[in-house]
Structures are given as C-alpha cells and as structure tokens.
C-alpha cells in the first residue's frame, strides 16, 4: 500500500453495516431462527430463477447480467423450514421482536424512525432466495455517528429478511440451505461522509458497538458483514461487498484508492496511444498442436480459442493494479463470470505451455503490431464467446477510466469483480404485507457498552479489564440475568470469560453450552451443592453431554457434595502423608498442602471449607 494524500483524491467513502438480529422467529413466519447443519436437511428445492420488470417496466443491469449464467438453484430445506421460506405460501406480518429492536437500533443511531414503513420486493436472482426477491422495509432515516475523524452521518436503516446460506457449487449451479433464509436483519447506510481509510474503521467499529449495546443481535461469523463504497473525484463509486473482519476495511479503502488511481493512469495513457478493442475473433487453428495443457484441454472436449486484439495496451494489461492484481486479473474476473477458466494475454506471454512462435502466430491472426496486446480465451464454444466478449468489454471501459460496479473482497484486502452496480430498477412493492405504523416510544433506549464497562466497575466491583470483557463479550445479557438473580458478580464473570476461554484452549466444546447450562451451574454453587472449584469439570462435562443437567453432570463427574467431616478427614490424610515438612516448616507447609487437600477432593469442597480445615489440622498436629 502508497501512502495517500486522501484529502487531494478527493476519497469519498461509505458503509453499508448488515447485522442479523437475535429473535426467536423469522422476519415474516414462525421459524426459528437457529442455524442447522447441511446433513440435518429432509428434502431439497429446486429453482431457475430469471429476472424481472420493476413498476416502471425496468429490468435491473446487474439481474440481468446474472441471469445470463444458466444455472440450477438447490435449496436444502429442514423439519423447521415453512412455506414461506420455500416462497409456497404468502409471508405473514413483520415480526414484533425484530421491529422493536430495530427501533432500539434507530434510537441509538440518533435517527427518526418514519411514520409508515412498507415492504418492498428487491429483485436478487444469484440464488439467495428463493423467490428471487429480498423483502426489505425503509424504517429509519438521518441520524449521525461520532468518530475521532469527525461525525459520520446516517443515511438509513432498513428491516430485511437475510438470505440464503451458500453452501457449495454444484455441477449445474450452486446449493443453498434455507435455515437462515429470512432471519431478520438491519442495514444500516452511511451517508458518503468518511473521508480516510481510518475513519471508515472508525465509523464500522462505532456502528458494531451501538448493535451490540441492544443485546439482542446475533454473534458469530457471518452473523455482521460490512460492504464499503469506495470512490475518489478522478474515479467511480465502487460497492465492496462480504467484508467479514471489522479490521478488513482499513485495507479495503486503501486499496482501493491504490486501484482507482492505477486505472486512472492506465486509461490516460490508453488515450495518449489511441487505444481501441477490436471485435473477438477464432484464433482456433494457432493452437492446433499446441503444447499448452489449458488450452489443448479445452480443444480435445471440442471447444474453440477466442481472441480480441487490444490496440495500444501492450505492456498495460500486466500493470499491477492491487497486490498480484494486473489489469489482466480484471479481464480474466469479467471471463469468469461467464464460466470461463480465465483468460491468458500477451504481457505474460510466452509462458503456461504458450511458445513465442505460436505468439507470434497469434499476433498474425488478428492482426496486431508490437503497441498492442492480445488476450484469449480457450472453452466450449458458446462460453468462449460470452467470455471473451465480457473481456473486450471490460478492456473497453479501461479507456474511460474506473467502471462502476460491484466488487467481491479477498482474504488480503484486494478485491475482484461481482457484477454491475444494482440500480433502482432492482425495487418494486410487496402487495403481500400490509404497512407498518412503527411506535418508538414503545422501545427503551439500551444501555450503551462503554457504559455498561463503568457500570460493572463501580455497581459490581470489576476491574477494567473483565468488566471489559463482559460488556463486549456474547454473554453480556446472560451475565446481567446471572447477577439479577443474585450469583457474584466476580465469580459469574470469571466464569463466563475466562473459564470459557480456558475450557475452548482445551478443546472443550464451550459452544454446546446454553445460558440454561451456565444459569443452573451458577444456582448450584450458590447453594453450596457445587464448590466453586468443581465448576470446569462440570461445564466440560455439559459441553461434552450437552443434554444432561447440571445436577446430572456434577454426578457423572464424581463431584456429589461431601460433608465437613469428610472434608476434614481427606485434609487429615494429606497432613499425615506430609507429617516432617509440617513439623519443620510448621504453618509455612500450608500453601503446599492446599493445592495437595483440593487435588484430593477433587473440587467437591469450596476452597473456603478446605483452607479452614487444613489451618485447623496443621495447628492441631504443632
């Protein structure tokens, strides 16, 4: 990455935040909303979705470029999955409990939530649903986040039914798992305010620390994604989407300025040479003994090689754009949407079994001298041909300059093409649910985190670091609920944080675990029937037998109380068995002999209970 004078590129940037919420039922029927494993599915769907017309008789760019891949969408559906979620039955009202947190959400974005919110319909036709429409609702508007950088303003929040899970490509197309189809979701739009890489982390961090304030949003991977609009005065508006990590962005937006301001120079000295892009032609007889295995491959399944000769781009189509990103990487992205390997071109050429006399042969073929350059593609014919013109095409828009469309980010924080900016083509009404007359008053305003980390210090008395910890942490409202009715605070947050956290390095199967586990854990020790040291045994074996109870896991860890005589006597024992240290060290022998007294009992006496015996023992043998 270059530093930037971002300010001077005019770097103009927004969010699009989106985050699942944590209801019990679905966003338009009674589903739960949990997660299923793919082998856990009874029956499978099978769609092939095509675009359609707007209310104003439009057809969606970006539809319509997806509906030119053929391909099958299956849906595998659970003992859970409803009608609607197979789009067999009208949905049914917007949940309660996800509107109600949405409007905590909008309270904390400062935003106003709108008198009526009606359901739209947004044309989606990659397979995430299988309607081929997502239903979202416009439910706030104009609030405003405070960053170090400077205010951020927000543009809107919506309430949107989440979509389908992607679970693998198949032969004909791609496979889906309906369980979290239509599990409630806001999305929150920034208005285009940052202006730094920085303060786009910022702006996300901020964003992510309000949701979770509610306490009623879900965690997890894939549970928040972040998409990041991207664009400098001299570039275009560039949508990012699927940024999983909070910490990505900062990469992303630096990134993508590095690649906006390559393709701006790329195209000003495209039109100094008096670039142009030929029509596509069958190079097919160049690469008749070709030793090359990609494309004699493609030749011997009865496929063709296309190529497009590129006037004035030679030496431009390998220019690094991002990382091990060429021009050439944006050609063969565009090849690849229309199923095509890729493409190869002459700035890397000879090389992949290509020879410098069948390049030479190929720069015959389509006419091009030493200022141009050539790409290719080898595949079935009908492929070869969308994808080589999908190539020429993005060559094409090279010369303009910085196309605007949608862009996929990479693990490195590089980015590769999706598919067109969608447009508002893409909406139209939902006739199937009625408006929504949205009341914030019914709502309370959450307690913000940074406020409950003070809270927890002076009403509970933990130190920074776990109160820290908890307030940020999943368990934050299983904390409060513990603490109301009445476990220690110190010992419910220990446990919840650092315990968990020890038992997960263990390999320790901690998500198992439910808030019932922890909440009749924490009831036992609080009647003295579990000692405090035998909680990691007996939340390992929860997580093992997840289906036991608590008091079913403290009897098949061998943890059943003792009485204070029995205390005494395991205490006794270990005293007899050290009976010189403690006659020469006298009370300094205590330390050793506890961890000995509690490793015997095995955490079935509270440490308290042992200290006082094994003190009493030592001082009754002197």
Known sequence: MTDRDYDSLGLVAGLEIHQQLDTATKLFCESPTTLREPEEADRTITRYLHPTKSELGEIDEAALEESQVDREFEYLAYDTTCLVEEDDEPPREVDGEALDVAMQIADLLDATVVDQAHVMRKIVIDGSNTSGFQRSMLLARDGE?????????VEDMMLEEESAKRVEETDDGVRYSLDRLGIPLVEIGTKPDISSPAQAHAAAQRIGMLLRSTGAVKRGLGTIRQDVNVSIADGARVEIKGVQ?????????ELEVDRQVELVDVAEELRDRGAAVADPVDVTDVFADTDSGVIAGALDDGGVVKAVRLDGFDGLVGREIQPDRRLGTELSDHAKRHGAGGVFHTDELPAYGVTADEVVALRDAVDADTRDAVVLVADDPETAELAIDAAAERAAAAIDGVPEETR???????????????????????????????????????????????????EHGLDAGLAEQVAYGRRMPLFEEAVAEGVDPTFAATTLESTVTELRRDDVPVGELTDEHFLDVFRLVEEDTLAKEGVNEVLTTLAEQPALTAEE??????????????????????????????????MAAFSALMGEAMGALRGKADGEVVSDALRDEIQRRL
Not at 440 to 448: A, D, F, I, K, N
């Open 145 to 153: 986040l405070d960053t170090e950088y400077g205010p951020v303003g």
């Open 245 to 253: 990590a909070l910490d990505q962005i900062r990469d992303l937006v």
């Open 408 to 458: 996929a980010a990479n693990d490195d924080g590089t980015t590769r093409y999706m598919r067109p900016l969608p447009g508002a083509a893409r909406l139209y009404p939902e006739t199937d649910v009625p408006p929504v007359e949205p009341d914030p008053s019914e709502v309370e305003t959450p307690e913000l985190l940074t406020e409950k980390v003070d809270r927890y210090q002076e």
């Open 553 to 586: 896991a403290i009897e098949e860890a061998g943890l059943g109380g003792v009485t204070e005589e029995e205390v005494r006597e395991a205490v006794a024992e270990v005293v007899d068995r050290n009976a010189e240290q403690v006659e020469s060290e006298g």
